[in-house]
């Protein structure tokens, strides 16, 4: 008597990873990382984007280009200043915004990540909003969520959070221009920020002059140099002739596991003083992708100071995620019609 | 979950050709023609008939005096290899206690369409295997299926607990080929030192994965550029080599006979070396993904390659193939861990790592030698002889009358590939999927039996 064996389908896996994030006419349908965009789609982001933060200065800031479209905030961890401009870009292109805090909801009940997507799928949801405190989970949820479903990466773990670097290059752009001669510093915790990780991609494909990272060895992530910057340990030495500063968010939890030694040193050592920010070009800006922590990675005259741009890319995050959501949406709206 | 398939029933019915014998299945007496031998502990090289009876091989060439007239045959194409039946040093069935990943049955299976006859299983099993009872269910289990021959590593703690010795001695005697505490730690090195000296007492041998819990932390790809890039937590070398030299240190002091089921990194394949050199006596394997995979291939954020010890670089790959080709490392393990569909829907760093890897054990080994980067000799000497030499299968991994009649038939030039004849492993959690190989198992036996036959 024969065995008999029935042959089981085994699903192919995409060999690029970045591939994902266009539809097969090469529109852009998600955002999950800057790797795979070019310099063509960064420029036509940061284009469309100059269009809507004059939007937002005006005095009825509504447009209506996603009227009928339903807008989902995904919070898997905490977050109030991303979630705020992403909920208020997407009123301003007159969605329905429905917020999910799941970091105290289903998840903590047992349901399956791809269980709670799902679910809100069927809600009839045009766009996930995804932020996830494990590296890849919005590339995960892009593979399995419906083909009308786009979705936009608000932060994975450790990997990736395209918008916020969007907007860092575009408050760059608009305060230096060409990104070319410049010299961009990123200061502190390299190694679990995803923010850093994203600027490294956006400012290297525009071609930045040249881009560093000061930091202790403690707090960067093994063969960093491989992406493109230059590392150094000294503050004197990577600020000289530096155009912009971009300051990280130190967690206290780094203190507890033996990354440093104490928040004093590091100020001491790290920290954006006036005296330090003296050491730069004298017209250089001050970035931090908020919120910071003053009187540990900066002073608080430094942060409020003329040479600070905090709060301008706070205002520019909203112009720069509503391009991407209508450029996103734009896709997927041709393709109903 | 797969049907397991139709029971064969393993053990040898001694009675001769009864009625209505099916020949390959009940049939006792095979004599298989015209088939190259392949067996590098005899050097056999040559085309041969050989013939089984009684689950034995019982002469190669000529037919025995008592032979009779009724035997089944297997006439074999011109070209094609027959091999002693692979030995798989390290792989989890799932049984006892994760059936719902897969089962003896389905695993033995899948083993003996990939040319393997014998598995050797971790004791991480669900109750731990540090009981003979649990050791006997196995070797049941493994009976009723009738395909590969299940033989199980003991516990060297309770429970795997790390800190109260297993009956080691009384595992051995019940039939265990060596022991291990899977990748549990123990509590600390002096409880290490105290199980290993304890096994060297009665001379067992046994098996240590070295990773240092603290440094892996949460690590879930080697820590070097592509992690740093995906932002995925990195488990460094030092998570493999610190503990290693730990354990050499301890080896050095109790003669304890130690071997290492797979290493991952160029650096711990120098400390073996210099171990080895030193004439202490470990010894190491290597699983067949790290023989072919690099951190590159986690590059996609592909969960089938997530494995722990992560795939490195391709400096570590090639230090990997190197120790295999002089001598270094002397087996080649799937490290078979087949999952349930489930455990690999997550974004990557919340995958159980593991891959389902009977299936490409032997074709990615073969594959080595076909790219020149071990003699043939070497690859097969990787899952026959040394193996068997490793557990004390003394009647195992060779071609030669006496030896348990565990073949494989090989076709050396066939093209295919996964996608196209599918996984017969409950778990389907395969990185190899699309991969073109150049050698097919057609047929296996299994103690005289003919367990799997390819059906074109």
């Known amino acids: 008597m024969a065995v008999k064996f029935v042959r089981p389908k085994i699903p192919k896996f995409a060999p690029d990873p970045w591939a994902i994030q266009f539809d097969d006419q090469g529109r852009l349908r998600h955002l999950l990382t800057i790797e795979g965009l070019g310099p063509e789609w960064i420029t036509r982001i940061l284009d469309t984007a100059e269009g809507f933060v004059s939007v937002t200065d005006r005095e009825i800031k509504k447009v209506p280009l996603l009227r009928g479209r339903t807008v989902v905030n995904l919070f898997f961890e905490a977050s109030t200043r991303t979630r705020t401009t992403f909920e208020l870009a997407a009123k301003r292109l007159s969605a329905d915004v429905l917020n999910l805090n799941l970091a105290t909801s289903a998840t903590k009940k047992g349901e399956s990540l791809l269980d709670t997507l799902h679910n809100i799928e069927a809600m009839q949801a045009d766009m996930f909003v995804v932020r996830h405190e494990q590296s890849g989970a919005a590339h995960f949820i892009a593979r399995h969520v419906a083909p009308h479903v786009s979705v936009l990466n608000a932060g994975d773990g450790w990997h990736s959070h395209p918008t916020q670097a969007l907007l860092d290059a575009f408050t760059v752009r608009r305060h230096k221009g060409d990104f070319t001669p410049l010299r961009i510093a990123i200061v502190g915790d390299i190694r679990h920020s995803r923010v850093a990780r994203s600027q490294m991609h956006v400012f290297n494909s525009l071609n930045v002059g040249e881009l560093r990272v000061i930091a202790p060895r403690t707090l960067l992530p093994t063969d960093v140099e491989k992406l493109g910057v230059r590392v150094f340990h000294d503050m004197r030495e990577g600020l000289k002739d530096v155009d912009v500063i971009i300051m990280l968010r130190l967690q206290r939890e780094r203190m507890e596991s033996g990354l440093l030694p104490s928040e004093e040193e590091y100020y001491r050592l790290f920290g954006l003083t006036e005296e330090k920010l003296g050491w730069a070009k004298p017209d250089a800006i001050v970035m931090h992708p908020g919120p910071a922590n003053r009187g540990v990675e900066i002073e608080s005259s430094v942060a409020d100071g003329p040479q600070s741009v905090i709060l301008e890319q706070v205002s520019n995050g909203i112009g720069v995620r509503m391009a991407v959501m209508s450029l996103c949406m734009s896709a997927s709206a041709t393709g109903d019609a | ?456």
């Open chain 2, 1 to 456: 979950m797969k049907d397991a398939p139709t029971n064969l029933g393993i053990d040898y019915d001694p009675v001769r050709h009864p009625e209505g014998c099916r020949p390959g299945i009940d049939c006792a007496h095979w004599v298989i023609r015209g088939a190259r031998l392949l067996d590098p502990a005899s050097g056999v090289d040559r085309v041969d008939d050989i013939y089984l009876a009684d689950g034995r091989i019982v002469a190669i060439g000529e037919a025995p005096g008592d032979w009779p007239g009724d035997h089944a045959e297997h006439v074999c194409p011109s070209g094609h290899w027959l091999i002693p039946g692979v030995i798989d040093g390290w792989a989890r069935l799932r049984e006892p206690g994760l059936e719902h990943k897969a089962g003896i049955a389905t695993e033995s299976a899948a083993a003996v369409a990939g040319g393997i006859t014998t598995l050797v299983m971790p004791p991480d099993t669900m109750p731990v295997l540090d009981t003979v009872a649990v050791a006997r269910y196995i070797k049941r289990r493994a009976q009723l299926a009738g395909r590969a021959r299940v033989v199980a590593i003991g516990a060297m703690t309770q429970q795997l607990g790390g800190e109260l010795l297993a009956e080691m001695a009384t595992l051995d005697e019940g039939g265990c080929v060596a022991v291990s505490n899977a990748h549990y730690p123990f509590a600390d090195l002096r409880l290490m030192r105290r199980a290993l000296e304890y096994a060297a007492t009665f001379d067992l041998q046994v098996l240590i994965q070295p990773l240092d819990p603290s440094l892996a932390a949460r690590g879930c790809a080697h820590d070097g550029a592509v992690a740093t890039r995906l932002g995925l937590p990195g488990l460094p070398v030092s998570a493999e080599t610190a503990p290693l030299a730990q354990l050499i240190a301890m080896i050095s002091e109790t003669g304890a006979k130690v071997h290492i089921p797979m290493l991952s990194s160029a650096e711990a394949v120098r400390l073996v070396e210099r171990a080895r050199n030193d004439g202490l006596p470990i010894t190491a394997g290597v699983s067949a993904h790290h023989l072919w995979l690099t951190e590159m291939d986690t590059d996609a954020l592909d969960p089938n390659s997530h494995v722990i010890p992560p795939l490195r670089t391709i400096r570590d790959r090639d230090a990997l193939r190197r120790g295999l080709a002089e001598g270094v490392i002397t087996t080649v393990v799937s490290d078979h861990q087949p999952h349930e569909p489930d455990a690999k829907l997550a974004p990557f760093p919340e995958t159980e790592p593991g891959v389902s890897g009977l299936e490409t054990l032997l074709p990615l080994v073969l594959k080595l030698a076909d790219e020149g980067a071990v003699s043939l000799e070497r690859a097969l000497s990787a899952v026959t002889r040394n193996p068997a030499a490793l557990f004390g299968l003394a009647d195992a991994g060779t071609l030669a009358v006496g030896q348990r009649a565990d073949l494989a038939l090989i076709d050396p030039d066939a093209m295919w590939s996964l996608d196209d004849v599918g996984m017969r492993s409950a778990g389907e959690n395969c990185p190899f999927t699309g991969w073109d190989f150049g050698h097919q198992v057609g047929a296996t036996w299994v103690n005289g039996r003919r367990v799997f036959l390819r059906e074109e």
